[in-house]
Nanobody, 124 residues
Framework: QVQLVESGGGLVQAGGSLRLSCAAS????????MGWFRQAPGKEREFVAA????????NYADSVKDRFTISGDNAGNTVYLQMSSLKPEDTAVYYC?????????????????WGQGTQVTVSS
């Protein structure tokens, strides 16, 4: 079983930056892929970014490419999402998730473990 706890959300003005963190614990298997997803009110949860724990591969949604950066620490316990040039349409609850496979998949059903989410609100 894996426990994922997100932190770092908050309120920021458009054009600002935030860094989200996701701490993983209680692993009985070694997740190979960590992902960030988000869900805005009235919308489906969508893929944001994913990273291989080896750190050598990343994948981003087109909507955040060149603005967001996903990274992980060397110990393999925490994954980060650095968000810059934030826009009001980035407002959502952000979730981290993990899976044992090494393919950087983008569908929510591919990830069996999820955190509780952290709210990000971008004001115009």
């Amino acid at each position: 079983q894996v426990q994922l706890v997100e932190s770092g959300g908050g309120l920021v003005q458009a054009g600002g930056s935030l860094r989200l963190s996701c701490a993983a614990s209680g692993r009985t298997f070694s997740p190979n892929t960590m992902g960030w997803f988000r869900q805005a009110p009235g919308k489906e949860r969508e893929f944001v970014a994913a990273i291989a724990w080896t750190g050598d591969r990343t994948n981003y949604a087109d909507s955040v490419k060149d603005r967001f950066t996903i990274s992980g620490d060397n110990a393999g316990n925490t994954v980060y999402l650095q968000m810059s040039s934030l826009k009001p349409e980035d407002t959502a609850v952000y979730y981290c998730a993990c899976r044992s496979g090494s393919t950087l998949l983008t569908r929510t059903y591919s990830y069996p473990y999820w955190g509780q989410g952290t709210q990000v609100t971008v004001s115009s």
